[in-house]
């Protein structure tokens, strides 16, 4: 069974700390993102990685960075967290091949900045 | 750009009777449309796509839907609804073309099955 897999359901973190969301993909899928999903905006891209060391801004990339050193794996990292960065964080892959190829999801995970 | 507009943030069906969730795309291109199901605390799952021929699309748990190029939409379908089929559904669309492009979703609908 294909699996995107992130390194926490739930993250309390303080506001000026610096936060990493882990994903981990074992389909061997070149493309990576990150989204965030917030009610009534459903979800907005801040990332993604078409190849290993590659990375592309999405919609909403300010106060945001990501790193992909490997190709199982996309790290979503928060400079600085403000209390405007808490929401749900969605992990998704997808594999190259083609247009109509759809992604795959992790679980999520909810991020509160106190 | 593309876009996605998914026009009830709800829609409320009885046990057993249709379901139908909207969504209308907006491409310069040839569309590629997805659905995508959220149970309550989970990531999203992929339910079916439309990329080419047959307008009607069939996918996972008894649903399709229909793609319909003139009025520039991908309504989710269902012929009797499951209390179970509560959740959040979302619609995606990605333009055809040269290079990468990134799929544009929907704001989402909740669909409530009442007993």
């Known amino acids: 069974d294909v699996k995107v897999t992130q390194s926490s359901r739930y993250l309390v973190k303080r506001t000026g700390e610096k936060v990493f969301l882990e994903c981990v993909q074992d389909m061997d899928h070149e493309n990576m993102f990150w989204y965030r999903q917030d009610p009534g905006l459903g979800l907005r891209l801040i990332y993604f990685?078409?190849?290993?060391?590659?990375?592309e801004k999405g919609d909403i990339p300010e106060g945001y960075s990501v790193s992909r050193e490997k190709k199982e794996r996309f790290s979503l990292i928060l400079e600085s967290a403000s209390t405007n960065q808490t929401s749900m964080y969605l992990c998704?892959?997808?594999?190259?091949?083609?247009?109509?190829?759809?992604?795959?999801f992790g679980q999520g995970t909810r991020l509160t900045v106190v | 750009a593309q876009s996605v507009a998914q026009p009830e943030d709800q829609v409320n069906v009885a046990e057993g009777n249709p379901l139908t969730v909207k969504c209308t795309y907006s491409v310069s291109g040839n569309p590629y449309l997805f659905w995508y199901v959220q149970y309550p605390n989970r990531g999203l799952q992929f339910l079916l796509k439309y990329i080419t021929g047959d307008n009607l699309v069939k996918g996972s748990y008894g649903f399709e839907a229909e793609f319909n190029k003139s009025q520039t939409s991908f309504h989710l379908k269902k012929p009797s609804a499951l209390v179970s089929d509560s959740a959040l559904y979302f619609c995606a669309v990605r333009e055809g073309s040269g290079g990468y492009q990134k799929v544009t979703f929907g704001t989402g609908t909740k669909l409530q099955v009442i007993p």
């Open positions: 998704a892959s997808s594999a190259r091949a083609g247009w109509g190829t759809e992604a795959f």
């Open positions: 990685s078409y190849d290993v060391k590659m990375k």
